[in-house]
């Protein structure tokens, strides 16, 4: 049965969104961004990439395949904020499912809203950018709207807070899961025992690191704090520098890390990862209007003239005409023309913006993972 209580959205510009509460009652607040996956909202929720955020649903019906214990992204559950839907399915029915999506989030005290014209909201982030907003459950008076209105709107928002950190794993571990019903490789036989790979977790989804086991790594997970030091003592061949949230400026040991891990070991970065070796090679970083959230994006891989659906989950973008001639352009989006993917010219280092791994998502990109796996053999 769907929930009576009353919620409502409330953005730093003042525009007010109602509907009804499920999942935690409270108050949270975080960025307001929107996602257009029409499926994989667990995998969304579990995303370490969403710390800070308030995450919107645009497809309509959210909830109505529940939730089960392997769809999952990270450890701990979910890392969103908040999350914000059109119409919340309150009975789930999927084979696979053990509780529904309010109870699930209720369970991790997650706040939600349904009930809300999430086109409207869309448009309206698209309009004037993703901004500060806080769901508030409850009968609310005047007053407590004004005072909502208040501290939102005077918040500094979440740019310029290292957020990797807090999402990042506190000790080093393995991992030798590979895809679900895949043997490994998946990528191509490879010509050599398999290569150790080194993973910097900024915010690592576990479908990266399944994508490295198929791939035919040896997968080891340090801490985002990790130096370079430490890392170059467990001889790795290849060093990847994972997902993650917030502002890649904020990142300052990662990115520290990684410039002197530049020319030592083959390197690889997806998203954060991306944007931390742009930043470590010289280069700058900028903030997008809106993001980029979903599961729908065309990138064109540049070097092969290939098309991809990719999944995206991130609101800051490398400047590449601050890196100079060091690195070359290797992919583009084809819904604004921003820069997804470099590889430098002389160095074994590659990276890109898209999510290679889906989770959820089209998995057009995850040769990828293949790509990687042969700079290390080419380096070797």
Known sequence: MASTTRALLMLADGTLFTGRSFGAEGEATGEVVFNTSMAGYQEILTDPSYTGQIVTMTYTQIGNYGVNAEDVESFGGPRVEGFVVREYMPAPSNWRSTGS????????GIVGIEGVDTRALTRHLRDHGAQMG??????LSQADLAALLGRVSSHAGIGGIDLASGVSTVKPYTWAEPLWGTPAPLHGERKRPASRVVVYDFGVKFN?????????????????????????EMNPDGIMLSNGPGDPDAVTHGIEAARKLVGKKPLFGICLGHQILGLALGGRTYKLKFGHHGGNHPVMDLETGR?????????????????GSAVKLTHKNLYDGTEEGMRHVE????????????????????????RFARMIESAA
Do not use: K, W
Request: hydrophobic content about 40%; overall charge negative.
């Open 101 to 108: 999506l309010g109870e699930y989030l209720a369970g991790h």
């Open 134 to 139: 806080v769901i508030a459950t409850g009968d």
């Open 208 to 232: 990266i690191l399944r994508n490295l086991v198929s791939a035919g790594f040896d997968v080891h997970v340090v801490p985002a704090t990790t130096p370079a030091e430490a890392v170059l």
């Open 307 to 323: 098309v991809e659906i990719t999944a995206q989950n991130h609101n800051y973008c490398v400047d590449f005409q601050s890196l």
């Open 347 to 370: 160095l074994p280092v590659m990276s890109v913006q898209h999510h290679p791994e889906a989770g959820p998502g089209p998995s057009d990109a995850n040769h990828i993972f293949g």
